[in-house]
């Protein structure tokens, strides 16, 4: 009897702080204004959105037994009561929200009650963009872990609600891995991504069709990975790596991964042919993530010198290992391509480029800083930078954070960013956006919202390779599964050079240290 009363009493307490929130009774009066921001999560305070993104839920994460948000935007105002914080936005009411927030601003108040005394938090804001964000981002959910495929999905979610489904699903494709989707524009009609395995192949999806292709040639040192499309649409740069991860028993570095050789091919897609991409400066160079301009007149990548040793890789090899961002002309018609020209000397400054892409309106390029290597995914110290091309001055960008920035996209109208990041709790990476002035500044960026605000916090799946796309794609794993059942369309040389065995000054003997495992082949 004594439980059941001292329940009631809780209750009692509970419903009494509601209903003094609720009837507003003394509410301006007595209410200690604590003259600070309030504590949610994610940390939505100060940042700018689009104007068609999906409710920004939260948490609030200050003591108290009940809580009230008042929002307001324009001539409309409304009031959300919480008994634990989380604060939800059905979409009617957020879209209302947003429609009125003629001076581009939502303004929020949080307060608090402990059923004794009710505490008003500083008002934090979110500012509303003119232009819309890509309607759907496109990632692959996977295990922050090294090596494990046994459940890997490529998901697409819509940005203006919480609708989230699978394009590749591993699990009925015998676990095969699946990894670099890349899209033509911003296109859901026309993509490409590569599986792994029994089922490999680089499969490409153009408007409902899909051909299950091999752009491996027998010149290539690997194989074909790390796409960039044409503007056109008939070619697709890749580059051509042999890559190994290797792995180390200190906290601070565990994982390494770093490619003993790499180089760029071309495939056309209309005659179903490769031409590999020679370096004439020098015999030995790595050239990795290549990316196009707007225009389809440049081809960007990143390049380094041969540091690395076939025969025994060490790590302080890879430490010197710097990759300045570079870029070649290209002729469409006669599918060629010209001299190297460095945009960026990382090198001269102890730096290494990663993953560059360029604005839709050819402007800027946004790329990925590290100390050194090739892949900065699990790099502590990687950042996102920005090059005007036009003035060619380089800053960090204002959306870094303590952890990780990596793998980035733009939008289609080239006012958003979106990009990856450890921030939250250093290990799996999380989908950021920020938006992009014309003249290169960034508004505060936000993750990606979701209904339930407490999700990060337990879910240990990272969101790799975010792609923002223009609309919803149209097929799905078992579209994919039963284009896997077809013989992949064999790739030819391109050019009389193409032919013949890959050969290298430093050719590959296939053996392994201990500490090291082969992908991507």
């Known amino acids: 009897m004594k439980k059941e009363k001292t329940i009631y009493l809780v209750f009692l307490y509970?419903?009494?702080?509601?209903?003094?929130?609720?009837?507003?009774?003394?509410?301006?009066?007595?209410?200690?204004?604590?003259?600070?921001?309030?504590?949610?999560?994610?940390?939505?305070?100060?940042v700018t959105i689009p104007p068609n993104i999906a409710p920004m839920n939260f948490l609030i994460g200050e003591e108290g037994q009940?809580?009230?948000?008042?929002?307001?935007?324009?001539e409309f105002s409304t009031e959300i009561k919480s008994p634990d914080g989380i604060i939800q936005f059905s979409p009617k009411l957020w879209k209302k929200l947003v429609a009125n927030s003629a001076h581009g601003e939502i303004e929020f108040r949080v307060f608090s009650t402990n059923g004794k005394e009710r505490r008003e938090y500083a008002p934090f804001s979110m500012k509303v963009a003119p232009e819309k964000i890509d309607p759907y981002l496109t990632y692959r959910l996977i295990h922050p872990g090294y090596y494990s495929w046994s459940d890997i999905r490529i998901m697409q979610r819509s940005l203006e609600s919480f609708s989230e489904e699978p394009v590749f699903q591993n699990q009925i494709m015998e676990k095969n891995c699946a990894n670099c989707h890349s899209f033509n524009n911003n296109s859901s009609e026309r993509f490409l991504l590569h599986i792994r395995g029994s089922k490999g192949g680089t499969y490409i999806v153009d408007n409902g069709e899909i051909t299950r292709t091999d752009p491996k040639i027998e010149s290539m040192p690997g194989g074909a990975t790390y796409p960039s499309w044409h503007p056109g649409g008939r070619y697709v740069a890749f580059s051509?790596?042999?890559?190994?991860?290797?792995?180390?028993?200190?906290?601070?570095?565990?994982?390494?991964?770093?490619?003993?050789?790499?180089?760029?091919?071309?495939?056309?897609?209309?005659?179903?042919?490769?031409?590999?991409?020679?370096?004439?400066?020098?015999?030995?160079?790595?050239?990795?993530?290549?990316?196009?301009?707007?225009?389809?007149?440049?081809i960007y990548y990143c390049r380094?010198?041969?540091?690395?040793?076939?025969?025994?890789?060490?790590?302080?090899?890879?430490?010197?290992?710097?990759?300045?961002?570079?870029?070649?002309?290209?002729?469409?018609?006669?599918?060629?391509?010209?001299?190297?020209?460095?945009?960026?000397?990382?090198?001269?400054?102890?730096?290494?480029?990663?993953?560059?892409?360029?604005?839709p309106d050819g402007r800027f390029v946004v790329i990925t800083l590290a100390d050194y290597g090739t892949f900065p995914v699990w790099h502590l110290e990687a950042d996102l930078y920005m090059i005007d091309l036009q003035t060619g001055a380089i800053d960090?960008?204002?959306?870094?954070?303590?952890?990780?920035?990596?793998?980035?996209?733009?939008?289609e109208n080239g006012r958003w960013l979106a990009f990856s990041s450890r921030r939250l709790d250093g290990r799996s990476g999380r989908p950021y956006f920020a938006y992009i002035y014309p003249d290169g500044r960034q508004g505060k960026e936000f993750v990606l919202p979701q209904r339930d605000p407490t999700l990060y916090d337990r879910?240990?799946?990272?969101?790799?390779?975010?792609?923002?796309?223009?609309?919803?794609?149209?097929?799905?794993?078992?579209?994919?599964?039963?284009?896997?059942?077809?013989?992949a369309l064999r790739a030819k040389p391109g050019m009389p050079e193409d032919e013949g065995p890959f050969n290298s000054k430093s050719q590959i003997n296939g053996q392994n240290k201990d500490n090291q495992r082969s992908i991507h082949e």
């Open 304 to 359: 380094a010198s041969q540091n690395i040793s076939f025969d025994a890789p060490e790590m302080d090899q890879i430490i010197k290992t710097h990759y300045n961002l570079a870029r070649k002309p290209f002729d469409p018609v006669a599918r060629t391509f010209g001299d190297t020209e460095i945009v960026f000397d990382a090198a001269a400054e102890g730096k290494s480029v990663s993953f560059p892409r360029i604005s």
């Open 14 to 46: 509970s419903a009494a702080a509601l209903l003094s929130f609720s009837c507003g009774r003394g509410f301006d009066e007595n209410t200690v204004k604590t003259g600070r921001l309030p504590s949610i999560s994610p940390d939505y305070i100060n």
């Open 396 to 411: 960090s960008m204002s959306i870094n954070s303590n952890r990780t920035e990596s793998f980035h996209s733009w939008s």
């Open 459 to 487: 879910m240990l799946e990272s969101f790799n390779i975010p792609e923002l796309v223009n609309g919803k794609i149209r097929i799905g794993p078992r579209d994919l599964a039963a284009a896997s059942r077809k013989e």
């Open 240 to 298: 051509s790596n042999q890559v190994r991860q290797s792995f180390y028993s200190v906290p601070e570095k565990n994982i390494e991964v770093f490619d003993l050789v790499s180089s760029l091919i071309l495939y056309d897609r209309e005659n179903n042919e490769v031409i590999n991409l020679s370096d004439n400066d020098t015999s030995e160079v790595q050239m990795t993530f290549p990316s196009w301009s707007p225009d389809g007149n440049y």
């Open 66 to 74: 009940s809580f009230l948000l008042k929002a307001s935007s324009g």
